[in-house]
């Protein structure tokens, strides 16, 4: 493996947690360097760690949070 490449992995922790789990990614990056950005965008959803992902566990999150005030309002609320 070129020795840029190398470096830039050992600086990742999640990417050397990827290789480790996915070992296809060493024999890749040995005949074809440049497909780094592709292993790191991999890395990315495999950890999800992506744009997408980090907006759906932000909304889920804000829906919990608007749940949790709605049984709070309906406890506070005495019944009949």
Do not use: C
């Amino acid at each position: 493996m070129r020795q840029d490449i190398y470096e830039l992995i050992a600086e990742d922790e999640d990417l050397k947690k990827f290789l480790r789990l996915q070992p296809i990614w060493y024999r890749r990056l040995m005949r074809n360097p440049q497909e780094f950005e592709k292993l790191q965008t991999e890395a990315v959803f495999f950890y999800k760690k992506s744009i997408p992902h980090r907006v759906s566990k932000f909304a889920d999150g804000v829906q919990m949070a608007s749940m949790m005030m709605h049984m709070f309002q309906a406890m506070r609320t005495p019944s009949g």
